[in-house]
């Protein structure tokens, strides 16, 4: 109800979103405000970002059954769990292994094991023999790097948050069945910098 209140109507997105429990995914210690729209701090300096402002970039994504998306930026595996539900079959990429290694633990304890595949790495490194149809990356960025952009398929449809003056805001990228790159641009969001550099192993 408090999404509908601030605008969201994207029935997949209210529906994924009622079914996948943020408590599970937020640290035990913030629990009692999982439900609340707040960023939530994760270990490494990471956050689990505010529930409107997930909205917000998923209806931007629009994911649909079947979708192939890349993930960059795991985090708790929450948006993950949110994308599987939706019918997606998502590839997650967390440069800090604990992170990755305890989101990939949740997701199969909600059966989501069989749509999503957890990885370490650095999600922003080129990977050419990889194409997906939708591209999630959670955090904000300087600029979109090619090493993403390459790796949209035609008809496909990217989306982060490009800083701007300053502010992160919601960018949207789609590739048209010629090739061609469309840019869009949307609202200012409340939403951290995406982690760089290589993968951080377990200790």
Known sequence: MSLR???????????????????????????????TDIALPLDYGQTMTAP?????????????PGDQVLEIGTGSGYVSGLMAQMGA???TVERYA???????ARLTALDFGHRIVCEIGDGLEPAP??????????????????????????????VGAVARDGFPRL???????????????????????????????SA
Do not use: C, Q, Y
Not at 129 to 158: C, D, H, K, M
Not at 174 to 183: I, K, M, N, Y
């Open 129 to 158: 023999n990889e194409r997906f149809t939708r591209i999630l990356v959670n955090g904000s960025l300087e600029a979109l790097p090619p090493s993403l952009t390459s790796r949209l398929v035609a008809g496909g449809r990217l």
């Open 89 to 91: 079959r998502v590839k």
């Open 5 to 35: 209140s601030r605008g969201v109507r994207n029935l997949a997105v209210l529906g994924a979103m009622e079914r996948v429990p943020r408590d599970f995914f937020a640290p035990r210690r913030f629990a009692d405000l999982a439900r």
């Open 171 to 201: 960018t949207t990228l789609s590739r048209g069945p010629d090739g061609a790159l469309a840019h869009g641009s949307g609202a200012s969001l409340r939403i951290s910098p995406i982690a760089l550099g290589g993968a951080t192993k």
């Open 52 to 64: 409107s402002v997930v909205a917000a970039m998923l209806v931007a994504l629009e994911v649909r």
């Open 98 to 104: 604990p992170l990755a290694e305890s989101a990939a």
